[in-house]
Every structure is written in C-alpha cells, then in structure tokens.
C-alpha cells in the first residue's frame, strides 16, 4: 500500500496499567521535559547505559537526549517520544526516529527502579499505535545479543519480527500492524495487569465502609450485607460519631486502619465524596466504590465533580467503581464478598455480570437465585468512570468459575475496543449483551441508503455480529441463555429434537424453531422403528409425542434414542403435568438419560410441573427447565448461532495491492480544504478517490449540456448511459434523473434534457452502459458505535426489499464471505436459472477495500456504491456517492488506556 505521513499533533496521554497492576501515565515529551531526560540517562547504572548505548560513555546518554529533542531539519519527520511517568515523575522513555516514510529506529531506557514492570513493552505498543497513524510500517532496533531483556522485550511484544544478527548486535525489525498473534499478546498482557489492578477490588481482603450510620441507611446496609454474607475478610465501619456499627468496631476516619484496607465503600453525600476519596489515597487504600449518586448523572457540574474525583483516583493509583452505583458481589468461598446495599447474596455459580444500572442489577440478580442459576461476581458500574465492561471482560476472561459473561450497558465507552477484545474472550466463552436505550436517536444527517437503514440498533447488531457477542433483547432472555450456557456443552450443530407426553407442547417448539434458526429434522428408519418400540410415532417422529400417559421410563428411552442417534445436535424434553402420569418422576429419569449423552445439550419444558428451582441436576448434569416451549427454543437458537460463531474459522483481515492512501488522502484534504464544512464527493472525485483504493469504477465524463453529452456518448462508446450529477441526490431513478440503455446521439440528447428536468440541474453524468447483477455496498459511521460496512441487494432492489447484512470492524476474509452469503440475493450471485454466477472474490475484494476506508479516513461519514455490477468477470462500481466532514484521527482501538471514554 503506497502511504501518507499526515500533519498530526502529539499524541494524547493515556493512563495505562503496568504490569503489577499500578498506574502509569503515557504522555509525550514536550521541550520543557529535557532535564527529566537527562536525569533519567544519568541515573542508569553503567550496566543499563552500557547495554542501551553500546559504550561506558557516562555522556552517552546525554548526547542522545540533546540529539532527541533538537528540531528536525526541514522537510524531515520529527521523533515522536513518549515518556512513562508513576506518581509523576519519569521513570522510562520510549522513542522512534524516522529513518524513511513507512521506517523508523526505536529506543528504550527504563529506570533501574522499575525493571519488571513491563514498561519497555508497553511503550512500544504506544510508539507502534502512534506509528500506525503517521504511516510508519516498520521499527528497526539495534540491540546487543547479550541485552536479553530488550531482546525478549521485542521478540515477545506479538509483532511480526525477524532478526538480522551482526557479530554482537542484531537488528530486530518489527512491523507496526496488528495481527491476531500481535493483538492476542497485547492483550493477554493487559488482562493480567487488570487481574492484578482489580484483584483488590473484586476479592479484597478488608473493606472500610465510610458513612456507615448505626441504624440505618446505605452505609449501614453495606455492612449488614458484607456480615450476612460471611466475608472472610475485616470489616471496619468508619463514622466519626459511632462507636460500633451492628456490633463491629467503629473508626472515626479512614486513616486510622492499619494496615490499609483494600476497598473503601463511600456511602457520604457527594459533595464531601472528594475530600474522602482523597483521604483514602493518602492512607494507602487500594480501591474505592463510590456508592453515592450526584456526578455525571445530574449534569454539567456533576461531571465536572466526576472528571476530579477520577483525577484524585489516578494520583492515588486507586481503582475505582462507580460513582452512583450499587455494589459488588463475589461468591467464591474464600471471598464471600457483599459489598452492596441493596443485594441479597446470590448462590455461586458460573455466571459473571456486570450491570450499568442498579436497579436492573437487582432484578437480575434475584431472577437468576429464582432460576436457579448461579453467580460468580457482579459489579455494578455506575457511571463507569473508571472501571469500564472493558475492564471486566479482560478480568473474567480466564477466570476459572467463570462460564457465562453478561452485560447490562446503557452505553459504550469505546464500542471499536469492546469489539476487539469481546472478539477474543467469545471465542473462549459467551459474552452475553443487553443494551438500554433502543430508540433510534432520530434521522441521519445524511442520505444515502446504507446511512439511513444503518440505524444505532443496526450497526450494535453488526458490532456484536463481528465480535460473537449474543446480543439479546431483554434481561429475562439474557437469564434463560446463561442458564443454557453455564456449565453445559455447545451443540454441534443447530438440528433440534422435540419429544415428551405433551403434542401440543412439541408442536409449538417446532412452529418457533425456523424463526430461532434451527431446523427439526425427521428421523431416519432405524431410529424411528427404535422409538416404535415404545409407542405409536408420527411418520418422521420428530416432534415425538409419546402420549399424556408415558411412562417416565418411556421418555427417557426416547431421549437416549434420540441423542444417540447422531441425527441431532439438540433436544427438547416437553413434560406435561397430568393426574395420569408422574411429572416430577418423569423429570428425573430424563436427567439421568441426559447424563448418560453429554455430548447433546438436553433442554426440559415442564407445563405445570415445577415449583421449584427451575433446574433439576443428576450426576453433575444440570438440566435447566422452562415453562413454555417457545422461551426455550429461541434461547437454544441464540446458543446454537453462537457455537457456530465459535466452530467457525474466525478468519484474517487480507492484505490489499493497489491501494495508495496518499492519493486519496490529498484528495479528502484538497476537497475538505474547499469545503470546510464537508459534503458529498462530486462524481468524479468520488470515482478518482475509490480508484486509488483499487475499486474498479465504470468510466464517465460530466456535462452540462447536451451537445458535450453527445460527444461523451460518442467517445465512450454506445450504448451509453445518462445520469445526474448533483452529488446529493438520492432515489435518481424514481424522479427520473437516470437514462439507460441509450443507443443514438438522439437518444443522448432527448435523455439529456429529460435528467436536468427531472433534477433541475444542468450537470449530467455519461457512462458506458455495465449490466450484471446489482449489489449495494456501503460504509455508515455511527457517533456512539464507529463504522460499518454494508452489502446487499443493489439498485432499484435497495428499498424495496431492504436485502442488507452489516458488520463492524475489523473485517475478516471469513466476515466478508458471510455477507454475501447472508443477502436473499445470495443465490442470484450463485447463479440463478441458469445466469451465470458472480465472482465472488471480486465483490469481497471491494468489501475489504471500503473496510480500508472504514480503518484509515474518519472523514468518511457515508458511502453508498449502489449499483455495484457484478458479474463472471467483476465488479464495478458505477453510482457512487460519498459524503465526507472534517474529523480528526480516531482512537487507535488497540490502545493500551485507562480513561473516562472507555
């Protein structure tokens, strides 16, 4: 790909998480920031000054600090330096000089102090994120073979290297872009710095409650609940007045523990929430839950009152949950942790959930204890100012105990990097989503097709697509998918059997399971005739109705018929309660046969059966049960669509010849320049743009009137088509701006004043006529969820029948594919009655490229190829209609940060 080194400032500072689990603030070096250089280069021992400059030259370092910070010569890339600081003074550097547009040089100097700390690693994730904006592909670095350390740094960083040793040094070359190898490695080492951030948070061994009133109140109710529960750990209730809270010594301020606790619970009014955040970090304390309400939640001076409580935190290398939340719960034995005021203490279990809203927490909470599904750890997160679902997915990633994730959220910090680290975990273990606050956010600024269908709802649906996130629409679906999912194997695949004493009940779960995607398939010979043997069956016996009067042996004969016959991947267990039969019996011989076939999830719909825990267990299976039919089978299809996420290759993002970001980056500034305010592409620009990136685009000339429109026909040779060329008009063909098929000049010209009629404008776009089968392609960027790419029936087809899959980003080969196979025009590209079939790989090919465009230029904010013609032989784009706005870089979603915007 040719490349642009474009004008950017320095790059943000980010707070990020050493190794150990502290804070470190990465910021850039600015000229007032020599002397901490200096300083930093004079204070490494001879030993590190002599592995870093290759010299016992005590003036080494400083020679290099003044060659650092010098201005560039003019028409050369400047270094970009990033400093690391811990409680504000720098304790590391990191620095790239360019060597040419897409190379630079590295170099690292750590403090003696902080070796092990992996704070060499982490500024070459920050050097090679701010690289990957400027253009620069490859870092270079010269080290000693006998510099171990900064040889495993870079060998073990997950990027791409190889090595080119010269007596005793090597030069190591590590490519900038992020592959799955790389993005694993940074963020298995972002996991473990949260595990150790968090693990005094979520399994602390004290916990002070400040505001713990004697009688009453959330304080009080904190430490009720944190007795109740049998925390294992100390409790210290802190209030100035009191001399014990429910039996447990009082403390009149938080510094008076000692040691320090791990977590403080703040239970005071807002307005004092501050000074006592703070009295905590000079204590010493690790974490802090701020319970109260009335920060960013209540306005303007809220969230100012949030942004310095967060910045208190920072200063302290504290932790922070909340504020206006509910609490935190974790189960595990040896923790035993209640840290809430508004919970009752949930049975352990393998479920993990974070909620955004209290309120919802606890109805969550007390419909899993009722459904009998158990629960690891929850957190409820407030207003995120700290602690994010980000953080919590990398937490419970491998944790044992847990099986199932669930968020509630109302928003997304930063949708792009809870795509790509959700794409990670699920491929381990479900992520199950919720999201508050459905309603479209009302019309798009814009009018292209795939903008104006890619409603929010859309495009979360394509994030949580790409990522093999389950996104549900309501809290009880959330509980009724964890309860299939925890502790329990994936199917193998999505056919369904439904068998029981109860037809209408098998029937219903038949009806239902075509809409959840699953198919009930008959069964063959053989297994039918085994089923004979226990009853009449219908000819292809599934559903099985064994009759009101089965025998509880007779159903569980049935489901080991069926599960063994390796004819499905499901099964449903419909019992009804009858005065004929024994339901509760019946219940528990169909767990014993599901025990004895592990390998097929087993699913029981007991109608009238069950007033109980809403599971029966035998042999370490358990079996959840539903009350209809329907609940069950639209919950099993999300499990099996997500097994099938989870068999499938996930697939890489391909590399692209013929793109050169330069020339359409200076076509985006040249036209932005202009056009301060932004706007569509005109025609031609639109196509010179897409061409740099390599899409194919129908050749065509612009006219104004129709003499020029006969010469343009005549040149690019009939037949011809005529369109408008007003870059914002939308629905050509229905106002009659579009002429096709056009065969003579007279033709040309009557075409031509029929299309400025229709749009009353005198511009007129001639195009050689492509025929094929018309696709849709598109990219939209949702504010709150980032961009989109597009692809479905094209043309007049487009509103009509709404044909669209979309997904998020990053799109994979395998993403690609699944989009074209997704669209009901899929079978007209596989070639219907005898048409011949489209080239695939031409029409993914242009997907990959708008994904490119979706990556490298935030000032695309629509883009409709419509029609893309596709045939045998390709795909050309010939309407396209891009509209672009003035937009800074996006945040770089592989970004080691710890902020606000998470």
């Known amino acids: 790909m040719g490349e642009h080194t474009l004008t950017l400032g320095p790059p943000d500072p980010v707070d990020a998480l050493a190794a150990d689990g502290s804070y470190v603030r990465i910021r850039p070096a600015g000229p007032g920031d020599t002397d901490a250089l200096v300083e930093l280069h004079d204070q490494a021992s001879a030993r590190s000054r002599y592995l870093r400059f290759f010299t016992n030259d005590a003036n080494a370092g400083r020679r290099f600090v003044t060659h650092l910070m010098a201005p560039p010569a003019a028409g050369e890339q400047p270094p970009v330096v990033l400093l690391a600081e811990r409680s504000g003074a720098v304790v590391a550097m990191g620095a790239y000089l360019p060597s040419s547009a897409v190379e630079a040089e590295v170099a690292f100097l750590v403090a003696d102090s902080c070796h092990g700390l992996g704070l060499g690693t982490l500024l070459l994730e920050q050097l090679a994120a701010v690289a990957r904006e400027r253009g620069i592909r490859r870092f270079r670095a010269e080290v000693l073979l006998e510099n171990r350390a900064m040889v495993g740094v870079l060998v073990d960083s997950g990027f791409a290297e190889r090595s080119e040793p010269d007596g005793p040094t090597t030069s190591i070359l590590l490519d900038t872009a992020l592959d799955d190898r790389a993005l694993r490695r940074i963020l298995d080492r972002e996991r473990m710095a949260e595990n150790r951030s968090l693990d005094r948070l979520l399994a602390p061994r004290s916990v002070a409650v400040v505001g713990a009133g004697r009688l009453e109140g959330p304080g009080h109710r904190v430490v009720r609940n944190l007795l109740a529960a049998g925390f294992t750990g100390s409790v210290h209730p802190v209030n100035p007045t009191a001399r014990a809270v429910r039996g447990v010594p009082a403390v009149a301020k938080i510094g008076d523990i000692s040691p320090p606790v791990d977590l403080a619970v703040i239970a005071v009014p807002a307005p004092a929430v501050l000074d006592v955040v703070a009295e905590c970090g000079q204590a010493g304390v690790a974490a802090v839950l701020v319970i109260s309400a009335g920060f960013a939640e209540a306005g303007p001076e809220g969230r100012q009152a949030e942004a310095e409580l967060l910045s208190v935190v920072r200063r302290y290398g504290m932790r922070l949950v909340g504020p206006n939340c509910l609490g935190v719960v974790n189960t595990g034995p040896d923790v035993r942790l209640n840290a809430s005021f508004g919970l009752e203490m949930p049975p352990p279990g393998g479920l993990c959930l974070a909620s955004q809203s209290g309120a919802v927490g606890i109805a969550v909470l007390d419909a899993a204890s009722r459904n009998g599904l158990g629960v690891a750890e929850f957190v409820s997160l407030g207003n ?47 992520v199950l989503v919720v999201k508050g606050g459905r309603s479209s956010r009302g019309s798009r600024a814009g009018a292209s097709h795939t903008a104006a269908a890619a409603t929010p709802d859309r495009v979360l649906d394509a994030l949580c697509a790409s990522a093999g996130v389950v996104r549900l629409d309501s809290l009880p679906e959330l509980l009724d998918v964890a309860r299939l999912l925890a502790g329990r194997p994936l199917p193998q695949g999505s056919r369904l059997a439904v068998l029981g004493n109860a037809g209408g009940g098998g029937v219903l779960a038949a009806d239902v399971a075509s809409a959840a995607g699953l198919e009930v398939p008959p069964l063959t010979a053989p297994t039918i005739e085994a089923l004979r043997a226990l009853g009449p069956v219908d000819t292809d016996g599934n559903p099985l109705d064994l009759g009101a009067t089965a025998s509880a042996a007779a159903l569980a004969e049935a489901l080991r018929i069926v599960a063994g016959s390796g004819e499905v991947d499901l099964v449903v267990a419909v019992v009804a309660s009858t005065g004929d039969n024994d339901a509760p019996g019946a219940l528990d011989a169909i767990a014993r046969a599901a025990a004895e076939c592990p390998e097929v999830p087993v699913t029981v719909v007991a109608l009238g059966a069950v007033t109980g825990p809403q599971r029966i267990e035998t042999d370490g299976v358990r079996i959840p049960i539903f009350e209809f039919p329907e609940t069950a089978v639209r919950a099993l299809g999300h499990v099996a669509r997500y097994a099938a996420w989870r068999r499938r290759p996930q697939g890489e993002v391909p590399q692209l010849a013929g793109v050169d970001l330069a020339a359409a980056r200076t076509l985006l500034d040249e036209f932005l320049g202009a056009n301060n305010q932004g706007g569509w592409l005109p025609p031609v620009e639109a196509a010179t743009f897409l061409r740099a990136i390599g899409i194919d685009v129908a050749p065509g000339v612009v006219v104004t009137d129709p003499d020029a429109a006969e010469a343009a026909a005549t040149q690019l040779e009939y037949p011809v088509v005529l369109k408008s060329a007003v870059p914002d008009l939308v629905h050509k063909t229905d106002r009659g701006a579009v002429r096709t098929d056009l065969r003579a000049p007279w033709e040309v010209r009557a075409a031509y004043a029929a299309v400025v009629r229709a749009a009353e404008d005198p511009r007129v776009l001639v195009q050689p006529l492509v025929t094929g089968t018309e696709l849709l392609i598109g990219l939209a960027r949702d504010p709150d969820f980032g961009p989109v790419v597009a692809a479905g029936s094209g043309g007049v087809l487009t509103d009509l029948v709404g044909d669209r899959v979309y997904r998020g980003l990053p799109l994979t080969d395998v993403d690609a594919t699944e989009m074209i196979a997704g669209p009901r025009i899929a079978r007209l590209l596989a070639g219907y009655r005898g ?59 592989y970004r080691r940060r710890l902020s606000p915007a998470r």
């Open 384 to 430: 995120k100012a700290d602690v994010s679902g980000n953080d919590l997915l990398l937490e419970w990633w491998r944790d044992p105990r847990a099986d199932v994730i669930g968020l509630y959220l109302e928003s997304f910090g930063n949708p792009r990097r809870f795509a790509r680290i959700a794409r990670l975990v699920a491929s381990d273990k479900p």
């Open 835 to 893: 048409a011949p079939p489209v080239a695939i790989p031409a029409v993914t090919d242009v997907l990959h490229r708008v994904a490119v465009l979706a990556e490298r230029f935030p000032e695309i904010a629509e883009l409709d190829l419509n029609p893309v013609m596709t045939g045998p032989d390709g795909a050309t784009v010939v309407d396209a209609r891009i509209r672009v706005i003035p937009a800074g870089p996006e945040p770089d979603p």
